[in-house]
């Protein structure tokens, strides 16, 4: 299928280095936060989350870091592969834990490219 | 076991027409969200259901958009007097509560419209 994010931001790495994905979100409120990696023709794929009352997560070679200070998330990635290589996608939900559901606000996605 | 299955993959239409997208959610998930992606965006939230309820439909852009749910299993999204703005990928997901621990949104591969 067509690919998704021809016009988002790119970030290109070397196979093996670390890569750091940045997402600035909008809601002061919001209470937990997703990474989603999304490949082309695909749809969005649940990397790692965070609660609004921490502010690092790791995962199997993903790192989330969240500084609600300035609204910031970030995904670190360890040791990237090629098969890392996709759109990434932050999302916020404004109310997850006080009485809402599970809506998602999705920032605008970074394009990560992983070269060989 | 299967995951959350989109019919049809693609969709071409002309200005004006009536088109239908469907969604078989996994088994066993009550809640079930659509989503609209246009190109280089993040998915964007439509609707949600909670059962064969419609929770939450403030992410409609307008009432040319409706979507049921009328076993609280698969659900379709109905769009009138199809514009060429509504050309987008139509992403469906859905999750085992919807609200309270983070519960995980599972994504279909979407639907790619084309208003011709």
């Known amino acids: 299928g067509e690919s998704v994010g021809l016009h988002l931001p790119t970030l290109s790495v070397q196979e093996g280095d670390n890569s750091i994905i940045n997402c600035a979100y909008s809601n002061s409120a919001s209470d937990y936060f997703i990474w989603y990696k999304q490949e082309s023709g695909k749809g969005p794929q649940f990397i790692i989350d965070i609660r609004s009352n921490m502010d690092k997560r790791q995962g199997q070679r993903v790192t989330v870091l969240l500084n609600k200070t300035v609204k910031h998330l970030s995904l670190q990635i360890a040791a990237t592969q090629p098969g890392d290589s996709a759109v990434y996608f932050c999302a916020e939900n404004p109310r997850m834990f006080s009485g809402g559901y599970n809506k998602l606000i999705f920032g605008a996605g970074t394009r990560l490219a992983v070269h060989p | 076991g299967a995951g959350v299955s989109q019919t049809p993959s693609n969709k071409v239409t002309e200005k004006g027409k009536y088109v239908e997208l469907r969604c078989d959610p996994i088994?066993?998930?009550?809640?079930l969200y659509w989503y609209r992606q246009s190109l280089g965006q993040g998915p964007e939230f439509l609707i949600y259901?909670?059962?064969?309820?419609?929770?939450?439909d403030s992410g409609l852009p307008n009432d040319r958009f409706f979507a049921v749910r009328p076993e609280g299993s698969v659900s379709t999204l109905k769009i009138q007097r199809t514009e060429r703005g509504d050309s987008a990928v139509y992403l469906c997901?859905?999750?085992?509560?919807?609200?309270?621990?983070?519960?995980?949104?599972?994504f279909g591969p979407g639907t790619r419209l084309t208003v011709l």
């Open positions: 997901a859905s999750s085992l509560f919807a609200s309270g621990a983070g519960d995980e949104q599972f």
């Open positions: 088994s066993g998930h009550t809640a």
């Open positions: 259901f909670q059962g064969t309820g419609a929770a939450d």
